[in-house]
Structure formats: C-alpha cells, structure tokens
C-alpha cells in the first residue's frame, strides 16, 4: 500500500504520506483496527504505526479503545472541505431532491478516485438495500451506473491508468468484467449518453446514471437513481426514472457553467473613520 502514488524528489515528505496510509487503512465494516493489522495493511513498521496513531489521535482524527483503534467525526473534515469548496451540493440540492420527489428513489452524486466512485452528494428516502451508501462512500466504478458514464467519458490513455489502479472500496463487486466486456459496456454508454448497473455490484441494487458536466462540456461527475431490484424492474427505471434523470443532469449542468461564470469578488469591510 506504501508504494501507491508514491512522489519522488527531495520536496515529497514521507511522513505525511505514511500518516494518510494510516488513515486509509480503516476499512468499512471494521471500525476498530489493531496496529497489528494497520501494519499489516499499510506495510510500515510498528513502531512507525504506533508513533502515526499517537499523532492522530493528539490531533483529535483517531481514537483508542479496547477494541484497537477507530477513525473520530473529524477525519469527516478532510472529505467535506473537498467538497464544499466545489460547493457542489450547494448547487445540486435542490434538484436532487425535486428528483426524489418525482421518482421517490435516492438519488447520488459521485466522481472518480483512481478505479472507485466516491459518493460526493446524496439525497435518500429510507429504504432495504444491500449496501449503505453515505458522503465518501466508495464502490468499484466499472460495477456502478456512475462509474461506467464517468469511465466512459475519460480518453483512452487515461482510462487505461485509470483501470489500473487497484480498487481501494473493500467491496468486491458481482460484475467482473473481462476487458472486453468493459470496453463494450463503456462503447454503448457514450453512444447512449447513460448507464444502467442491473445488480452488478450487489444482489438488488439497481441504478441508472448520466453525465453531470461544467461549462466547457466536461463530465465532471455522474448523477443516478437507485432502486431496489425487487420493486422497480429494468423497463420502468428506464422508461419512467430515465427521462426525469437526464432533465435533473442538464439542470444542475447549466447551473454549474452559471456558477463558474461568475466572478469572485472580494468585499472589504471598511471601518468608520
């Protein structure tokens, strides 16, 4: 893990890169983690595991218990002020929820991380569903609705890098696709212009996703709706969701061109006298 993304040249600080192969070491669906198996996971020393969690947890990220270790509220912090700063679910929200309320099914927003989708904006009505999805949630993007549109849309050198990547999710998906398959799943996703994921990543989850795009007609993240397989079939999510979907897409893709197109302005206060 401590060779993934690794810089080079005397500017690269390793210490800092070690901390965050801590941090990615805890994993969904185990919260508390020894530093036995965080050495394990990351491939560093446990004497360097041990000083990095002494670290984190003074710095308020990590927290110590009987079990082992476990991530605290703040790490959130690292997450949300990436997407804050694109003030992405600013902007999309209320979309988003007018899509909810026409389809009353989830609806999410997502962008890739190397060969993962990385949930970034969310609206959910409560619903069974095999896997829980919340803000930073990951998934193999070839398995996903929005992974496959936002794979589709990137050139083939980068594709290529993209796909090489190892999943970092912890999720192995239903799907495994040969590459020929994934090539000719992605030729009819740019033909059609949407993804549809019939329970390729999970038994009942069904989805269907577009494009979400900036002002120079960039696909800068996938929007979906996500239904339970066994309530809503493949003809209604298409027929009935589809249509709704690629209208909420080119919403929030015009308002987005809107928002980049106006320009900062900084006001300063003026003090009286």
Known sequence: MTDIGRGAGPDFIEA????????RSF????PAVTLSEIAGRTGLARPTVRRILITLEALGY???????HTLTPRVLELGMAYVNALNMWDVARPHMEKLVAQTNESTSMAQLDGSDIVYVARVAIPKIVTLAVTIGTRFPAPATSMGKVLLASLPP???????????????????????????????EVRAKGWALADQDLAPGIRSIATGVRDGDGRVVAAINVTVHAAETSVETLIDDHLPKLLRTAAD??????????????????????
């Open 16 to 23: 800092l890169a070690r901390g965050l192969d801590v941090l």
């Open 62 to 68: 990590v927290r110590a218990d009987g079990r082992g």
């Open 157 to 187: 050198e980068e594709l290529a890098a993209v796909l090489a990547e190892p999943s970092r999710s912890g999720i192995t998906s239903r799907w495994q696709p040969t590459a020929a398959e994934l090539d000719a799943s992605l030729r």
């Open 27 to 30: 994993r969904p669906g185990t």
């Open 252 to 273: 929030i893709s015009h308002d987005w061109s809107l928002t980049a197109a106006v320009p900062a302005v900084t006001v300063l206060a003026l003090r009286p006298g």
